[in-house]
């Protein structure tokens, strides 16, 4: 059974930093893509960023662009989203998504992704 669970939420004042991570169990994770969503009541879970199983491809939300970087190490079984320069925006919860796959197509749609944690809080205030 997979899980994953994230931390390093927190709250941090606008233009401060924050590092997001993701610990996956119950793999093998060698063939999977997976993202960081965020969600804020009455929007829809918005995709953040994405990085696909052998690391050489990730994606970004435009509004996350040169701000925002994800990273993972397979050996540790880990992702992780360094957030700089935050905004009052990004006030969310986070969320740490995996989905099976054989290519390393990423996905910005939720709903193609499979497995969830359980969510970080994120508040940037102004």
């Known amino acids: 059974q997979v899980q994953l669970v994230e931390s390093g939420g927190g709250l941090v004042q606008a233009g401060d930093s924050l590092r997001l991570s993701c610990a996956a169990s119950?793999?093998?994770?060698?063939?999977?893509?997976m993202g960081w969503f965020r969600h804020t009541p009455g929007k829809e879970r918005e995709f953040v960023a994405g990085i696909a199983w052998n690391g050489g491809r990730t994606d970004y939300a435009d509004a996350v662009k040169g701000r925002f970087t994800i990273s993972s190490d397979s050996t540790k079984n880990m992702m992780y989203l360094q957030m700089n320069t935050l905004k009052p925006e990004a006030t969310a919860i986070y969320y740490c998504?995996?989905?099976?796959?054989?290519?390393?197509?990423?996905?910005?749609?939720?709903?193609?992704?499979?497995?969830w944690g359980q969510g970080t809080q994120v508040t940037v205030s102004s």
């Open positions: 119950g793999g093998p994770f060698s063939t999977r893509i």
């Open positions: 998504a995996l989905r099976w796959s054989l290519t390393v197509l990423i996905p910005k749609l939720a709903k193609e992704y499979e497995y």
